[in-house]
């Protein structure tokens, strides 16, 4: 029934959650009595900040691909991908544009797509992103493989299914195997109460920050004469500069103003509540979207790094390990592996960073090398040695310990 009733409207298969959401084009009711989809959701401040930060955070870091070299590690830099993902994943599409996109699809639908497109070799040359609401997913029943149908927008075009090899998927927390769930769906009765509250505010402040009342009219009156009075009550009473106005009535008129309830007193306090509320579902510090009361000078590079640690790396290792099984093949994921330049994030902290770095090549803990690999910076001859703890000189990394002297010291 429900796939006559898409049909009838002409309504493309999408992919979050049930036949509900299919046939309001992605609009899911709330108790608010707002009605949230992503589109209406990046109208919502916090939720816009969060998918903001997420995204932007990823466009802004450079996924290199490395080759293993025993113990020690290079950037394969002419392996073809590595063009691919750290300059152009195609001829009109910069690499920082293309993160962008599949960062916002990420961050706000739960997954982000994009077309792997290959030439008769096999090999990849181009990736071109993918509208996350035109791609649904479902498994294969002999291969248990996933396989992906991408709408075209256009009823003369049927939907195309494609192969698993042919998709980069890059999928968030959700319950379902093969799809992640939408921080935007999740969180949508955080997000409506946050519309409703603010589009409370605003009609408050429309009648000039003062409640409603009541106009109380003497005798008996025609609906006519009603609707003629409220309308010149409304259009004189009404908006920001309504308070500067003086108010006349006749004698059969009187108006009873209605006090502000104790819930419109701590409208300001729900608001601020609900910029918490709707930052967990994406785990943003309250800082990344400028909710400021709680932070310091002395937390807030912490907080940053909390971000970074518990937000950010567990999806740049989404990225990298979805980019691995679908660029890569089995031969090369042997001695290939894509990683993240994420040192830009911590620069504020580079003083300290440096500090232990020092410490650990002083104490022989580390050697200059490690510590310059750690930095992704290349090795130097000779930086291999380790140093002694008190007079950093070269010490012995090989073969038994020098045997203490027995003579005795010339008088």
């Given amino acids: 029934m429900l796939t006559g009733i898409k049909a009838l409207f002409g ?40 998918i903001k930060v997420i995204a932007e955070t990823i466009e802004q870091l450079t ?147 003062k409640p409603s009342g009541i106009l109380k009219v003497k005798g008996k009156k025609t609906p006519e004469a009603l609707q003629r009075i ?43 509540f609900q910029v918490e509320e709707i930052s967990r579902f994406w785990r943003v510090p309250l800082h990344l979207v400028n909710e400021m009361d709680r932070a310091t000078h002395a937390n807030a590079e912490s907080m940053g790094m909390q971000f970074l640690t518990f937000c950010m790396l567990p999806i740049l290792r989404l990225w990298c390990d979805a980019m691995a099984i679908t660029l890569l093949t089995p031969e090369e994921r042997d001695t290939l592996y894509f990683e993240f330049e994420v040192n830009d994030l911590a620069r504020a902290d580079i003083a300290a960073r440096f500090e232990a770095m020092s410490k650990a090549i002083s104490a022989g803990i580390l050697n200059p090398n490690e510590a310059r690999t750690m930095e992704n910076r290349p090795p130097y001859a000779g930086g291999e040695t380790f140093m002694r703890p008190v007079n950093t000189a070269p010490a012995p990394t090989t073969g038994a310990a020098a045997e203490p002297s027995t003579e005795l010291p010339h008088a």
């Fill in 63 to 209: 996924p290199h691909l490395y080759r293993r070299k025993g113990d020690d590690r290079e950037r394969a830099t002419d392996h073809p991908l590595y063009a691919l993902v750290t300059k152009a994943p195609n001829d009109w599409t910069p690499a920082s544009e293309f993160r962008l996109v599949l960062g916002t699809h990420f961050a706000t639908h739960g997954n982000a797509y994009a077309f792997v497109n290959r030439d008769a070799a096999g090999r990849v040359v181009e990736l071109i992103p993918l509208d996350a609401r035109a791609v649904s997913v479902r498994q294969d029943p002999r291969t248990m493989a996933p396989v992906y149908t991408v709408a075209t927008g256009n009823t003369a075009l049927p939907a195309r299914e494609y192969d698993r090899s042919e998709i980069l998927h890059i999928r968030g927390v959700g319950l379902d195997t093969y799809k992640g769930a939408s921080p935007v769906t999740l969180g949508r009765e955080a997000i409506g109460l946050s519309l409703t509250l603010e589009k409370h505010c605003g009609s408050l402040f429309g009648r000039g920050a």
């Fill in 230 to 272: 409220r309308s010149l009550f409304t259009r004189f009473y009404s908006g920001a500069d309504a308070e500067h106005r003086t108010m006349m009535f006749d004698d059969d008129m009187d108006f009873t103003q209605i006090q502000l309830t104790s819930v419109d007193s701590q409208t300001l306090e729900m608001r601020r």
């Fill in 11 to 50: 309504v493309s298969e999408r992919k979050d959650v049930g036949g509900y959401e299919v046939l309001t084009g992605g609009t899911l009711p709330t108790a608010a009595g707002v009605s949230v989809s992503p589109e209406t959701a990046m109208r919502c401040s916090v939720s816009f900040a969060c």
